[in-house]
């Protein structure tokens, strides 16, 4: 079990946020942050997050040529190089909030000999297995793919992270990241699939199909976090786990993205139980599977903007709401100040 952020830090962190020269209640949704942002930092008037960095897991997927994306798996290849160069959406959003944005492959079906080879020091495999059919990895690709998030995750702790953000890139990947929510809190097919890139409505009834085929297949190793991971993930999912948990474990907060960092954090609550309190989530996505495992984890999205980009494009989005939240708790006057 994980430790907590302090309990005493975030009382009086609440007792401040009732101080505060304000209406009671008056700053809403933002005091709540506030007082998680005081307690994972342990303290009461906590500066804003300042060193933020971001990780974009990329790798391919099997399923994704069973018809169950709106898009070719060649663009998850295409995308990493735009992260590379600095034009892809979270890039752009990463460089207006000063987060620190880093890209890598898990398992991208193909390779970048003319790239910085630091780009793959992580791969695992090139794609997965398609899950309706047989596991997407072996159980040693999965453990060598846990190895790689905490690793990663150490990395971002050592250069002084003080927010940490997974991001995803991988046509096809809302199909793993759904079932592995389906298959962690023992929910069917239709209650967790959602259009992904932007499927029509028959390709969201083979979708559904795919992903109760999987979970049948999988039968009862969804109890157990790596089996499940095995079974319907993939290494830049279970990278993901491993990166919020590491974290987490370490006591640095994560501020989730969409569909595919929650099925993430929902694994990661399995690998190491208690790492809920550390997380906060950035945006609710569009994917139904997305809301209800927030549910799971007692979570609240910050933003709600039907944005269901991945990359993290969420998650940096919040940002700035979790400094502004820090600055009110740590700066504003208290009302008996001022009387
Ligand atoms: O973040 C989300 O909730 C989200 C929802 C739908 C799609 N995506 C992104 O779109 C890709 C996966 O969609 P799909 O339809 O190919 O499974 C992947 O690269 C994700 O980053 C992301
Ligand atoms: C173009 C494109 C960009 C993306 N970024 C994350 N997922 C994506 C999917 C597509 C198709």
Known sequence: MITPPSPTVRDAARDRLSALAIPAGALGRLGEVAVWWSSVRGETTPAPPSHVRAVVFAGDHGVASHGVSAYPSAITGAMVRAFVSGVAGVSVLARQHDVTLRVLDLGVDGDFPDLDPALGEFKVRRGTEPIHLTDAMTANETRQAIDAGRRIAEQE???????????????????PAVALIAGALGLAAEDVVGRGTGIDDAGLALKTDVVATALKRAGDRVADPVE???????????????????????????LLDGVISVAAAIVAERLTPGVAPWLAAGHRSTEQAQWRALDALGLEPLLDL????????????????????????SQMALLDELM
């Open 157 to 175: 702790i050592a250069a002084g992270a003080d927010l940490l953000i997974g991001g995803d890139m991988g046509i096809g990947n809302t199909t």
């Open 228 to 254: 499940l991971l095995a079974a319907l993930g993939s290494p830049d999912l279970a990278a993901q786990a491993s990166f919020i948990s590491t974290a987490a474990q370490a006591g640095v907060p994560v």
């Open 306 to 329: 039907d944005m269901r980009l991945g990359e993290g494009s969420g998650a940096v989005t919040a940002v700035p709401i979790v400094r502004s939240a820090a600055l009110l708790l």
